[in-house]
């Protein structure tokens, strides 16, 4: 048995054709029928006279279902490609002949349906235009029947060359594994689940143990039926449902495939890739798709090196013969399609790579705590960049190596663990002697542990990123670290950054204050002036020195002003604080600078919320 496909624009008159040769509706869902378009995927069994049958697959015209149009495409030997007489080549036609060509097609007939609304004398031109649109398509010399459902001209044509077509195809090779990419699952009461799909190759018998991928397990095959007949066995090129009840529905989707046992799923593939001329200039050396194997849509990454390997983010089980199509991401342009060539690196790095492994972990303990970059590491091991990738990523879950960022790296983990041992005794070295500090900045670790200070930015945001230590206003502490002042700071603070309850926001001079902190002498007492600032406990404005908690008011009182008037003057801003314009316009200012109010004219206004610029501390 063999499967015709159908293609071609929406509305064209796809299903309607399927209905007049096969007698049964394509279009399965309610919703489908109410709405006169194809939605997904139907299926037909067309029958002749002497016995011979095919099936059909038909597909949405619409471009929005061209993942359903997709998954049943693969299946396609023989091609029926639609074309509405009243409307002509459309893009969806030639979008659909550009994925074909990839596919397994292997004869094409065009139907030039609705026939009947163009006059006679059209039609004969009408024919020929086509013909010259279909120019370098896998259509090109396909012959062309107008035909209509309507009145049913030239159907039996067209369904004596099908059957011509059909016979002419070169029979299946029986002996070949099963291979059956699922389209759809459902559950029959008292059955339990039932999958269908196009067997692609092989046979399916009653009784048989058959492999489920990717779920990597395998059911008995209860029952099986062929166009919802009882059927003892199905062999390739047949429309088959297969009663499976070991497994649950849930458990398996469109895309999963049923084969032989000894069959397993994979996520990298040598391919042989034939990019669309027009998709040529979106390629780039690692180009993210959407690849379509079977009835699967799966993202992944085609690698352009001295072969093509396609890496997919799940798993799916395919072979060296099995043609795939790929999409980009986003928009979805078509940008090829091709071949699974052999099943990529994936065999050696499951199996125990340990060569490779020991290559790469050597190159990095050889570089001590100095970062390594992937092309440097593959080409110390001598392998590709995307196995270098793979191993590594081994390496990283192990715990033997450790991934920096920006840009991204390989450190040693031995080297690095000696790295964040000697960091964290100099920060708890640092609090001890410091307490009243935030911490240490990088400058002082790298001066500390001798080190330069690009890489210890690097390799200590490896150690926030692991919640090692931690990271506030540029300085580096351990997660524990709380800076708390002494008693003698905190007086120096109380005296020197007085609050008078009679002139609650007039600040202090920041200069003043600096002043005083040299003439102190006070232990440590920049340190703490630096934590307070860093704390916000102090704000510098301009050139004068605020206590946080007189932000904090006059954030309040800001706020429910405007909330009350709607806007508010500089004068109005003065008379609310209390205070002069000297302080008052540099005050506003910086309420302006954190996104709280905005200028507008000579008024202030609340920012709204969403409006405010991330704040930055
Ligand atoms: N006059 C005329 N109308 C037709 C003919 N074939 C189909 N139609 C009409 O064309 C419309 C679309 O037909 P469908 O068969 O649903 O088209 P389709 O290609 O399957 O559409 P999609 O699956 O949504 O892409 C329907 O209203 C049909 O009745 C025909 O031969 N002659
Ligand atoms: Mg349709």
Not at 382 to 397: G, I, K, M, T, Y
């Amino acid at each position: 048995m063999h499967i015709i496909g159908t293609a071609g624009h929406v509305d064209h008159g796809k299903s309607s054709l399927v209905q007049a040769l096969t007698g049964t509706n394509p279009d399965r869902w309610l919703e489908e029928q109410e709405r006169g378009m194809t939605l997904d995927l139907g299926f037909a069994r067309l029958h002749f006279d002497d016995g011979m049958e095919a099936g059909i697959v038909d597909v949405p015209g619409h471009e929005r279902f061209l993942h359903n149009m997709l998954a049943g495409a693969a299946g396609m030997e023989v091609l029926l490609l639609v074309i509405a007489a009243d409307d002509g080549v459309m893009p969806q036609t030639l979008e659909h002949l550009q994925i074909l060509r990839y596919l397994n097609v292997q004869r094409v007939v065009v139907a030039l349906t609705k026939i009947d609304l163009i006059p006679l004398a059209e039609q004969g031109a009408a024919c020929q235009r086509i013909h010259a649109q279909l120019a370098e398509t896998i259509a090109s010399d396909a012959f062309i029947f107008a035909v209509s459902t309507v009145t049913g001209v030239n159907l039996d044509l067209l369904k004596e060359f099908l059957h011509q077509q059909l016979a002419s195809l070169p029979p299946r090779d029986p002996d070949a594994p099963a291979y059956m990419p699922i389209d759809r699952v459902f559950t029959l009461p008292g059955r339990g689940t039932i999958v269908t799909g196009t067997l692609m190759q092989g046979r399916v018998a009653v009784g048989d143990t058959v492999g489920i991928a990717p779920l990597g397990t395998s059911v008995r095959v209860r029952s099986l039926q062929v166009f919802g007949e009882a059927r003892d066995a199905a062999t390739g090129g047949t429309r088959v449902a297969l009663n499976i009840p070991g497994v649950e529905r849930h458990q398996l989707a469109r895309g999963a495939v049923i084969a032989d046992p000894s069959f397993s799923a994979r996520s990298q593939f040598t391919v042989r890739f034939e990019a669309l001329p027009e998709a040529q200039s979106l390629l780039r050396r690692r180009t993210p798709v959407r690849a379509y194997i079977g009835s699967a849509e799966v993202l992944g990454t085609l690698a352009f090196g001295e072969s093509v390997t396609l890496s997919l983010r799940e798993p799916v089980l395919a072979f060296p013969g099995v043609h795939f199509v790929a999409r980009r991401l986003s928009p979805k342009t078509l940008l090829g399609g091709g071949e699974i060539v052999s099943l990529g690196h994936e065999a050696a790095l499951a199996q125990p790579d340990v060569e490779l492994r020991g290559a790469i972990a050597a190159a990095l303990a050889q570089a001590g705590l100095e970062p390594r970059e992937l092309g440097a590491l593959a080409f110390a091991a001598n392998v590709r960049e995307d196995v270098a990738r793979a191993v590594l990523r081994a390496l990283v879950e192990r715990g033997a190596v450790i991934e920096l960022a920006r840009p991204g790296a390989y450190v040693d983990a031995e080297a690095f663990a000696t790295f964040a041992a000697h960091a964290l005794a100099e920060l708890e070295t640092a609090h001890e002697r410091e307490p009243w500090a935030m911490g240490l900045t990088s400058l002082n670790l790298a001066r500390a542990l001798g080190v330069l200070e690009p890489l210890v930015v690097r390799l200590l945001a490896a150690l926030v990123e692991e919640g090692r230590i931690a990271q506030r206003h540029g300085y580096y502490a351990t997660t524990a670290h709380q800076p708390k002042l002494t008693a003698e700071q905190r007086g120096f603070f109380e005296t020197h950054v007085p609050f008078d309850a009679a002139a609650p926001f007039v600040p202090v001079s920041f200069d003043d204050v600096a002043a005083h902190i040299k003439a102190s002498g006070i232990a440590g007492i920049g340190r703490a002036f630096d934590t307070l600032l860093a704390r916000g406990v102090l704000v510098k404005v301009s050139d004068v020195l605020y206590r946080g908690a007189q932000i904090e008011q006059a954030h309040q009182r800001i706020e429910s002003f405007i909330a009350h008037h709607g806007k508010m003057s500089m004068a109005e801003f003065r008379d609310l604080l209390g205070t002069s314009r000297k302080y008052a316009v540099p005050l506003l200012e910086w309420f302006d600078g954190r996104g709280i109010t905005v200028r507008s004219g000579d008024y202030r206004m609340l920012r709204r919320r969403n409006d405010r610029p991330e704040a930055t501390s």
